[in-house]
């Protein structure tokens, strides 16, 4: 403790010299290019992360195609000629490729180079041929020129992610390989085009064949069962605790409780979908109808605390007014007070939901990691979600996922920007200032 | 979806107690019905309450039992020696069964048992579903003509009406206690299984985890094996190159959203903050794995350091990016609330902008940014998905941030994730791990949440 | 500089009146709040070592022409002043003249108090200390101790010293943001309605505070209350829609005014 005493005192006043005032200055704009510094440093790693991805991922949504006269060779596809379409199913459609290949190519005569020559199709070129046999039986007997999807190595080789500059057994192509496609390329029979395969394909083993249609389809069928849950849930907890709560320990301990809730490590509510919901009642592990329980439960305090304040600020005048003209305390939450704060309870939904969208952890403790090639058709179909597929690709050697990967983080981003636009547009839109 | 089928016949049953009951209390009413209590439609809602409530909870109970019940009758009927001990064996098989009752072309490559099994499991399903189809109506019926009949001008409907709607509000809002038991019951049950085969000293402080191990040399709780020291000392690593990345950049973004930006630079520096924070954590794992580790691995090899391609640094950094915007927006909500009256006080004696914000804004609100930067610990951590991308496994027992170490999160993802032997104690081990995670995370948004809310109380 | 200072006693400059020198001269002063205009064509000159009290309904102006002669106004957005303020000689609006410095010499009131969220003897070193007034602790400790006691206020913290100043009383608080304000030693004291918040006790207190420190300081106050005019200050100025109608001394304004609407404003017909 300071003893102060009073004595007379040198009259002192505050020292605006030149010197002092620009050093006062000096720190002055320090200060304030700090805050610019980290404004930037914020928005340059924002913008190296969104750059990036874009640049890993937008070469996801083209494939690069080779177009070949294919023979759809009757003595193949249906010896017999009954057009019978279990028989042209069943056909060796591989056979078709290589040999169309093989026609393109007389030369290779080696076993082990014909089969270098039949890598350069995707892996799923045969699948792709059956379709059209399957929907133009015409076509038999008769020979079209294809384009068909080139092998990730290929499609990675003509989007310069693989570079020629390095020796042969440092990468996937043979010089062969790259031989014929210059080739190939020389003859002006490659081309580029919309990788529809991307858009509607689950997943894949093979990058070319892989699409992010299963995982979009189960990330849809995993909100509504989120949305389905958590809004009447959350929006009764709302209303219950703002207008009809009394104030006691317990509605307290309950306010504590969301708050927590709230700030509770996402994996931790997988733990409980995995002890809880699969352990103890039995669900289907990797099942939406899971993921969405899980979502749910980890979507309310969000959806609870946006409502509340929302329903806080629609003013009490509403209110008195009425009861003024003898509404009972239901009827003034439903015909006015809920009402007047949907387009906020809304606002604060479409965030959470999109939080619940983006998130990974909690299930993969359900299983929603599993490799599904299947597109689900219900909620108790094994099925995945967006971030999820990105982290199972994000795991995958193969270099042709990495482009899938940040091509499945554009799809989701865009989702995610498409879900905050609608929160925005709705805000803007009806909210009223009182 | 024969559940959803049901549900809405529910409700198409109770829409129809509603007219019924709403005529009836016209009926009783009277022409000018003035002697009802309460409007036409409360009774006519009250009756539909009856109806719907009970047939649906009978509804829900039978779909929590069913699934089960069928499964095991299912089973029963397999040839002996189809079903396997293991239960895990058991739920593939069901899966299996499920998929071929579901399928619509039966594959001519199916095992004849499994065919036969998935035909019984069909029929199964179809008297299940008549018997419940049956139990409701008889239910919703009951329901409907009981609250009917008791239907009197005298009756207060409404508040009848209003008193179960009141309940049901309350039951919901109690549902988020109802959470918080569950994971703390499910946690603790786990681990308590768990602290069974592996004392919880060993747990606490054993300096060595290698589940793996454990696992493979069929060693139960061999002693050392899991001991999660490493995995703290991991956790706080990444923690704290986080925070250090993260507290000054937010805490300068919100200064200089509150005080120095003009309107129009904060139109577009909030966005771009709300953008960050709605990126999902796998985005910022993947960039962390596939920019940011090269990036600093490279770095450090033109000086000479040798960083681990999963190095902690790389983690942490761009996990302190992604909690930028959280710990900016509890910043900026806290110096908001710092009245305006003592930066005028402070400039009116003459201080610059900056001198106001050290000296009084950020002291006046430093138990609020106090209380944001605990929550930003207790969600760096809990983050998960950003570590178990670019952190790793390798359990090092190191605080050097160049090389690879592993957090609590990222083993209990990797520990449940793949082939899955409930009871093994390497998967029991992730809940033991969840537990730790979950008491230390909620003792800091306790601590984090009083110390805001008190601050709040402050300055309204 | 080292001239030994020494409190002038009250009764001395009791009789300071038309002779004091100007300090503050506003002239053809207009200020806007956007399309608004706050303030018509004012000119007033505030004398040295007085009291002047600016009256005048709410929303009249009065306040927005007090935070204009220490420039409080800059830090509201789309507020526009024109015209000419000088202190001592000096145009307070150039371009040239720092803000800073300006607000060392014209120190300011407010009408709640407001204290730091710090201690008692922090809240009146503050301005010492950003300004750079004390070489070392002891110096520091002379302004702070001469600065509480010119407040009054020494005596009934002497042991609170270290306490936050958010915990004094009302009055308390009043008067150590008075005592942080001296502290800087400004030339002017401008105060807005440092009584509206306190009781009438403390208000006395204030107010025979007011009367004691004129003797070294140039003070202007903003008053809603017209027996507070009439008992601190020596001149008056009274405002209406942001007009300035009338300025004087003090007695002259409250027993002959020469406008109507002065004259109705003090016998309380509005207001």
């Known amino acids: 403790m300071t003893d102060l005493a009073v004595r007379p005192m040198a009259l002192r006043r505050p020292d605006l010299s030149a010197t002092r005032l620009r050093r006062r200055y000096a720190a002055e704009r320090r200060f304030r290019f700090y805050g610019i510094l980290a404004v930037a440093v914020a928005a340059g790693m924002l913008g190296l992360l969104l750059g990036s991805i874009l640049y890993k991922g937008y070469s996801a949504f083209y494939r690069t195609e080779i177009a070949l006269p294919v023979n759809f060779d009757p003595a193949v596809i249906d010896p017999a000629g009954t057009r019978d379409p279990a028989v042209i199913a069943a056909a060796d459609y591989a056979k078709i490729a290589r040999d169309s290949l093989n026609a393109r190519f007389p030369d290779v005569s080696s076993r082990a180079d014909r089969r270098a020559l039949s890598q350069l199709l995707a892996a799923g070129t045969d699948l792709r041929l059956r379709a059209i046999a399957m929907k133009n039986p015409a076509i038999i007997g008769t020979t079209a020129t294809v384009e068909l999807a080139a092998s990730d190595d290929v499609d990675m080789l003509m989007k310069g992610r693989i570079s020629r500059a390095v020796g042969e057994a440092d990468r996937t192509l043979t010089d062969k390989q790259l031989a014929w496609m210059d080739e190939l390329e020389a003859d002006g029979l490659v081309a580029y085009s919309l990788n529809t395969t991307f858009f509607t394909a689950g997943d894949s083993r093979e990058p070319e064949e892989a699409g992010v249609l299963g995982a979009f389809i189960g990330s849809i069928l995993t909100m509504l069962v989120t949305l389905a849950l958590a809004f009447p849930l959350a929006v009764a907890t709302a209303v219950y605790l703002e207008e009809f709560a009394p104030k006691n320990r317990w509605t307290d301990l309950i306010e504590v409780n969301i708050n927590n809730l709230a700030a509770v490590p996402s994996i931790v509510f997988g733990l409980l979908g995995l002890a809880i919901f699969l352990g103890f009642f039995g669900l289907p592990r990797s099942a939406p109808v899971v993921g969405g329980l899980v979502l749910a439960l980890m979507t309310l305090p969000t959806i609870i605390i946006a409502t509340r304040a929302s329903l806080k600020a629609v003013p009490p005048s509403i209110r008195e007014a009425a009861y003024g003209v003898g509404a009972s305390s239901l009827q003034v939450v439903t015909h006015h007070v809920v009402p007047l704060a949907l387009p906020g309870i809304l606002t604060g939904t479409i965030i959470g939901m999109a939080r619940a969208l983006g998130e990974t952890a909690p299930l993969l403790m359900i299983g929603m990691v599993a490799f599904i090639v299947d597109v689900p058709k219900g909620f108790t179909d094994a099925a995945t979600v967006l971030p999820v597929q990105v982290y199972l690709w994000a795991d995958s050697p193969e270099r042709g996922f990495v482009e899938k990967t940040s091509g499945a983080i554009i799809v989701l981003l865009v989702t995610l920007i498409l879900m905050n636009g609608i929160a925005v547009f709705l805000r803007r839109r009806f909210e009223r200032r009182w | ?460 | 500089m080292a001239a030994i200072e020494t409190l002038v006693p009250p009764a001395k400059v009791a009789a300071a009146g038309a002779g004091s020198p100007v300090t503050v001269e506003a002239r053809d002063v207009n200020v806007y709040y956007g399309e608004k205009q706050a303030l018509k064509q004012v000119d007033l000159d505030v004398r040295r070592h007085e009291v002047t009290a600016l009256i005048g309904p709410s929303g009249c102006g009065k306040s927005t022409f007090l935070r204009c002669i220490n420039r409080m106004n800059d830090v509201i957005e789309g507020c526009r002043v024109t015209g000419r303020i000088s202190l001592d000689g000096e145009d307070i609006y150039d371009s040239d003249l720092d803000v800073v410095a300006l607000r060392a010499r014209v120190g300011m009131v407010f009408q709640k108090p407001n204290p730091f969220p710090k201690s008692v003897y922090d809240n009146v070193a503050y301005g010492p200390r950003i300004h750079g007034m004390a070489a070392n602790r002891g110096e520091l400790d002379e302004i702070v101790a001469n600065s509480l006691e010119r407040a009054g206020l020494l005596k009934e913290v002497r042991d609170r010293l270290n306490d936050p100043g958010t915990g004094l009383s009302g009055g308390q608080q009043q008067r150590l943001c008075i005592a942080r304000a001296i502290a800087v030693n400004p030339e002017v004291i401008l105060m807005d309605e440092p009584c509206s918040a306190l009781d009438p006790i403390a208000t006395a207190r204030i107010e025979e505070l007011i009367d004691e420190i004129r003797a070294n300081y140039t003070i202007v106050i903003v008053t809603h209350s017209m027996q507070q005019a009439a008992r601190v200050s020596q001149r008056t100025a009274f405002f209406h829609l942001g007009e300035l109608v009338e300025a004087g001394d003090t007695p002259e304004i409250f027993t002959s005014p020469r406008d109507r609407r002065t004259h109705g404003y003090i016998t309380g017909r509005f207001g």
């Open chain 2, 1 to 460: 979806m024969p559940n959803v089928t049901f549900l809405v016949a529910t409700l198409l049953l109770a829409t129809v107690a509603f007219v019924i009951g709403r005529r009836r209390a016209v009926e009783v009413g009277g022409p000018r019905r003035r002697d009802l209590h309460s409007l036409p439609s409360y009774y006519g809602l009250y009756v539909a309450l009856w109806c719907g409530i009970p047939a649906l909870a009978v509804g829900a109970l039978w779909m929590m039992f069913e699934p089960g019940i069928v499964d095991s009758l299912v089973l029963d009927a397999l040839p002996a020696g189809m079903v396997p001990a293991d239960p895990h064996q058991v739920s593939f098989l069901q899966t299996a069964i499920r998929r071929l009752a579901n399928a619509a072309v039966i594959p001519s490559d199916a095992d004849p048992a499994l065919i036969a099994a998935a035909a019984h499991y069909n029929s199964l399903q179809q008297t299940a579903s008549l018997a419940l189809a049956a139990v409701l109506l008889a239910v919703g019926i009951v329901g409907l003509v009981w609250a009917r009949s008791h239907i009197s001008p005298a009756m207060r409907a409404r508040n009848r009406v209003e008193k179960l709607i009141m309940i049901a509000l309350f039951v919901c809002s109690c549902l988020s206690v109802l959470t918080t038991i569950a994971i703390v019951l499910s946690l603790i049950f786990e681990s308590i299984r768990f602290f069974q085969a592996v004392p919880i000293t060993d747990f606490l402080f054993g300096l060595e985890w290698s589940p793996q191990t454990a696992m493979r040399a069929d060693q139960v709780g061999s002693s050392g094996a899991f001991g999660a020291v490493p995995l703290f000392l991991g956790t706080a690593l990444i923690t704290a190159i986080s925070i250090v990345v993260a507290v000054p950049i937010g805490l300068f973004v919100a200064i200089y959203l509150a005080d120095y930006a003009s309107p129009r630079a904060r139109a577009v520096v909030k966005p771009l903050l709300e953008i960050l924070a709605g990126i999902p954590t796998v985005v910022f794992g993947f960039f962390a794995a596939l920019t940011v580790a090269p990036f600093l691995r490279g770095l450090g090899g033109s000086i000479g350091l040798d960083v681990a391609s999963e190095s902690a640094l790389a983690a942490g950094v761009v996990m302190g990016i992604m909690i930028v915007p959280f710990v900016s927006s509890l910043s900026d909500d806290v110096m908001n609330a710092v009245p305006q009256s003592l930066r005028d006080g402070s400039a009116a004696l003459g201080a610059t902008k900056s001198e106001t914000i050290r000296q009084v804004v950020v002291p006046a609100a430093l138990p609020g940014i106090v209380g944001g930067v605990l929550l930003a610990v207790s969600r760096a951590i809990g983050e998960t998905m950003i570590v178990v991308m670019a952190a790793g496994l390798a359990a090092n027992l190191t605080v050097n941030p160049l090389e690879a170490v592993t957090t609590v999160t990222v083993q209990i993802a990797t520990l449940l994730v793949g082939d899955q032997e409930f009871d093994s104690p390497k998967t029991l081990a992730a809940f033991a791990l969840g537990l730790l995670l979950f008491c230390v995370t909620l003792v800091l948004n306790l601590v984090a949440l009083h110390v805001v809310r008190k601050y709040r109380e402050k300055y309204d």
